[in-house]
């Protein structure tokens, strides 16, 4: 079983880690589809805090010698899976910023070339080049 002081850490970092995505989202600091994972993170803290029960079951189950052993192993089991996720979305936009900056590369060399072609017509005016006199 958890302590007194476990069990309030638990409900108290829950509520607050709440409360501060819910200020976050209102502020438009963060996107809802990457806070709905915190807000799931917390409420299952708070879950875990409030029905301790539920970690001494499953710690029995897997064969945890206690079940705050459970808490953690499980706590860094799903901040992995979440460092994995961000991993992957942040090489996705690598690779797509790469891309882009690509594109503008060609883009602006094009503009150039074209800019330069059109000097040079541009100075050879409609006699060719030649004075006049």
Known sequence: MFSPIM??????????????????????????????????????????????????WASVRLGFLA??????????FVLLIKQFSSSVRISQLDTRQQQLAQRL????????????????AGAAGPTGGAPNG
């Open 7 to 56: 069990r309030f850490i638990l409900v108290a970092g829950s509520i607050l880690t709440i409360a501060f995505m819910m200020l976050r989202i209102r502020a438009s600091k963060v996107q809802i589809k990457d806070s709905i994972f915190w807000i799931v993170f917390s409420l299952m803290m708070l879950l875990i805090s409030l029905f301790p029960q539920l970690t001494e």
């Open 105 to 120: 590369a060609l883009s602006e060399k094009a503009q150039e070339e074209a800019e330069a072609a059109a000097k040079t």
């Open 67 to 76: 079940p705050i052993n459970f808490v953690y192993l499980l706590i860094i």
